[in-house]
């Protein structure tokens, strides 16, 4: 009987294996997805390239060029008349107010964050909650809704037409967001630290400027490098607080380099570049504190 069932067992067909899916048709979505991926890679450099090529070539045109070449083909014959015509003008006085702005209000903007968020973090408790959220209800405040209260402060403090009537409010919009950036950095501080410096016998304001401060270096320039850029951009303030050309940075100065010239393009585009170098340095000198700053605390 025990070798029937034997025999039986042995001549039993085997059973099939199951059949495996092929591959080739994963092979093929993810060489369109891959293809596509590229596409739009593609595509949104060129968007974001060609316009800064188009301002670099341009402004190394003279005006017989820009009128009948093709725009996006290089100058036959390029020329640095177009900078030397910006920097004939009053280009200087520009960057210098613009320079003095930016490093006022970026300066004025971290150290007020920087000790607001030291406090929201170190003392947990119903007026550091209270304070913080007063901080993240200004991220919905838009600039044009409050202009004319700014305006009317500025005139009453008798700070109008000067540089301190464009840093101040520009500090004081730029603090939310850095606020908010500084608390989320303090906060993956390990607490151990502090106590430590507790221990030492270390007060509130060691603490903040031996500790806090080093420790949130990355944050402090990534907020820095931001601020600048809104600061440096910013068009409203100066166009509605100042006046003379004396006191005009370089976004309000566009508009009249661009009146100077009339319909000289080239000397316009001239202008954009000289204004955006400074900021181009700053980034890339800051880079590498910039992505830290960025991606700290990403990881835990």
Do not use: C
């Amino acid at each position: 009987m025990t070798e029937s069932r034997t025999a039986r067992k042995a001549h039993r067909s085997p059973t099939p294996e199951p059949a495996t899916r092929p591959a080739r048709p994963r092979r093929a979505a993810a060489v369109l997805r891959r293809a596509l991926s590229a596409a739009a890679a593609l595509l949104w450099t060129a968007l974001v390239v060609v316009p800064v090529y188009w301002v670099v070539v341009t402004s190394l045109r003279d005006h017989a060029d820009f009128t009948g070449a093709n725009p996006l083909v290089p100058p036959t014959d390029p020329t640095l008349a177009n900078y030397r015509t910006v920097l004939d003008g009053d280009f200087t006085t520009y960057l210098v107010n613009s320079v003095v702005v930016t490093v006022a209000a970026v300066a004025v903007t971290v150290v007020v964050a920087l000790m607001a968020a030291f406090s929201i973090v170190r003392h947990a408790g119903r007026w550091s909650r209270l304070s913080f959220r007063l901080y993240l209800l200004g991220l919905a405040i838009p600039l044009q809704a409050v202009i004319i209260p700014v305006y009317l402060l500025i005139i009453r403090m008798h700070m109008y037409d000067s540089l301190m009537a464009i840093v101040l409010p520009s500090a004081a919009f730029a603090l939310p967001v850095t606020v908010m950036i500084l608390v989320s950095f303090l906060r993956d501080v390990p607490r151990s630290l502090f106590e430590a410096m507790i221990v030492d016998g270390a007060g509130d304001w060691r603490m903040l400027f031996s500790l806090a401060a080093p420790l949130a270096r990355p944050a402090l320039v990534t907020v820095a490098v931001y601020d600048g850029l809104q600061v440096w951009n910013g068009f409203l303030f100066p166009l509605i607080l100042t006046q003379s050309g004396d006191t005009a940075v370089l976004p309000l100065a566009l508009t009249l380099f661009r009146g100077q010239f009339g319909i000289n393009v080239p000397a316009t585009m001239a202008a954009v570049v000289l204004s955006t170098l400074p900021m181009l340095v700053v980034f890339v000198l800051a880079r590498r504190q910039l992505v830290a700053g960025l991606t700290a605390g990403f990881s835990k």
